[in-house]
Nanobody, 116 residues
Framework: QVQLVESGGGLVQPGGSLRLSCAAS????????MGWYRQAPGKQRELVAS???????NYADSVKGRFSISRNGAKNTAYLQMNSLKPDDTAVYYC??????????WGQGTQVTVSS
């Protein structure tokens, strides 16, 4: 079993930065990819960025050049560095872990609000 705990959300002004963290516990060696998704009010949940165990990354077009996803050496924590934030980035951000051969695991979500 894998459990995820997200942190780092909050209120930031446009143009500001935030760093989200997603700490995994439990069967961390079973985790292949980790990713960040977001869901704004009235919208579907969408992929923001993902990273495989080997370090391959994928980004939504809307965040390319502004956001950066990474994992620590132990592969049990994923980070999302968000720079040049815009009001459209306001959403609840969710972490997802994809274990090998098992269902995806989701975190509880953390609110990011970009507003002046």
């Amino acid at each position: 079993q894998v459990q995820l705990v997200e942190s780092g959300g909050g209120l930031v002004q446009p143009g500001g930065s935030l760093r989200l963290s997603c700490a995994a516990s439990g069967s961390i060696f079973s985790i292949n990819a980790m990713g960040w998704y977001r869901q704004a009010p009235g919208k579907q949940r969408e992929l923001v960025a993902s990273i495989t165990r080997g370090g391959n990354t994928n980004y939504a077009d809307s965040v390319k050049g502004r956001f950066s996803i990474s994992r620590n050496g132990a592969k049990n924590t994923a980070y999302l560095q968000m720079n040049s934030l815009k009001p459209d980035d306001t959403a609840v951000y969710y972490c997802k872990a994809t274990p090998f051969g098992r269902p995806d695991v989701w975190g509880q979500g953390t609110q990011v609000t970009v507003s002046s």
